[in-house]
């Protein structure tokens, strides 16, 4: 017989369960792959190319490139688990098997965890060489341990979600295990207060050192950074915020399901969405990075710019 996995929950205390209310349902269907879709394709051509960037162009690597690097494998990791969530919430079944399942599961938390921890290092990292003027750069051997720690970091957060996460195919069944409450809690703490507070207490020390430089770079440096939290706080507040009251939720302390089901659709897609613009604010900004990326485009399709040429 066919396994029904019309029933089951996503990682990280999220739900991709398609909520009872036929008319949320059928937003659902419509909305989620539509909308998963067009985070996958343009989040993996913006991620893929700052990964291009990265590997052909920079001969000599910092810190802050081998953080950028992995900030970029982490959302394309992160973005390979989209189509079958999209597929899941179009069809409301998984048909890929328990394995898939898994693998899926590793795929988005690995992905998750991996930009969080990386966009903090890359913070620390910058917050250490300006306001305490450590200019002795790390060896490549120590950056590439360091990067290793995170992602294992990474692995060990992830590590009880993508074990014990499972597929309920009993419809009647609505217990929630306490491994997925501590879940939601670590999700909150790990992937919001911390890197938003870390972003903060960093930023709030660079930018007064950076404006007293007059210099139209450094200056240029503090918009980034103003952005850097200003979006990191909007896309992910209003996800964290509809997470912990799902926790309140099945602790007995909040009944609004419907009304929780509805808004984690919005919120979950609008975080979602965050991992499209990390290459514009990380990379592109830069008017040296945007001319690496320039160049392989006109490399991958000359007979674009050779186009544009001629019409000029």
Same mark, same amino acid.
């Given at each position: 017989t066919d396994t029904d996995y019309s029933d089951y929950e996503n990682i990280n205390g999220c739900q991709y369960q398609l909520p009872n209310n036929e008319k949320?349902?059928?937003?659902?269907?419509?909305?989620?792959?539509?909308f998963y879709s067009i985070i996958f394709i343009v989040g993996f051509i913006g991620n893929a190319l700052v990964?291009?960037?990265?590997? #052909?162009?920079?001969?000599?690597?910092?810190?802050?490139? %081998?953080? /950028? *690097?992995?900030?970029? $494998? +982490?959302?394309l990791l992160f973005l390979i688990s989209l189509p079958f969530?999209?597929?899941?919430?179009?069809?409301?079944?998984?048909?890929?098997?328990?394995?898939?399942y898994h693998v899926v599961t590793a795929l988005y938390m690995l992905g998750?965890?991996?930009?969080?921890?990386?966009?903090?290092?890359?913070?620390?990292?910058r917050y250490i060489v300006?306001?305490?003027?450590?200019? #002795?750069?790390?060896?490549?051997?120590?950056?590439?341990? %360091?990067? /290793? *720690?995170?992602?294992? $970091? +990474?692995?060990?957060?992830?590590?009880?979600?993508?074990?014990?996460?499972?597929?309920?195919?009993?419809?009647?069944?609505?217990?929630v295990p306490a491994w997925k409450l501590v879940?939601?809690?670590?999700?909150?703490?790990?992937?919001?207060?911390?890197?938003l507070s870390v972003m903060v207490v960093c930023y709030s020390r660079i930018i007064p050192i950076l404006m007293t430089m007059r210099s139209q770079k450094k200056h240029k440096a503090v918009r980034l950074m103003v952005v850097l939290v200003s979006v990191f706080f909007l896309f992910w507040t209003p996800y964290n915020i509809v997470i912990f009251l799902k926790f309140l939720q099945h602790v007995g302390l909040n009944?609004?399901?419907?009304?929780l089901d509805m808004a984690m659709q919005w919120v979950e897609s609008l975080a979602f969405s965050?991992?499209?613009?990390?290459?514009?604010?990380?990379?592109?900004v830069g008017k040296k990075f945007r001319n690496l990326f320039l160049k392989i485009l006109k490399e991958w399709f000359p007979f674009c710019f050779d186009r544009c040429k001629k019409t000029e």
């Open positions: 949320l349902s059928d937003f659902s269907r419509v909305f989620l792959p539509t990964l291009c960037v990265l590997v #052909k162009y920079r001969k000599t690597s910092n810190m802050s490139d %081998l953080c /950028l *690097f992995n900030l970029a $494998l +982490s959302d969530w999209a597929h899941y919430a179009a069809v409301t079944e998984w048909i890929f098997g328990n394995f898939m998750f965890y991996g930009s969080i921890f990386f966009m903090i290092l890359m913070t620390v990292e300006i306001v305490h003027t450590f200019s #002795k750069h790390l060896s490549v051997r120590d950056s590439i341990a %360091l990067a /290793l *720690f995170v992602w294992s $970091l +990474s692995l060990g957060v992830s590590l009880p979600t993508i074990i014990f996460s499972q597929v309920n195919n009993d419809l009647s069944k609505r217990e879940s939601y809690i670590e999700l909150n703490i790990l992937g919001w207060i911390v890197p009944t609004c399901q419907e009304h965050h991992c499209c613009l990390n290459p514009i604010i990380y990379a592109f």
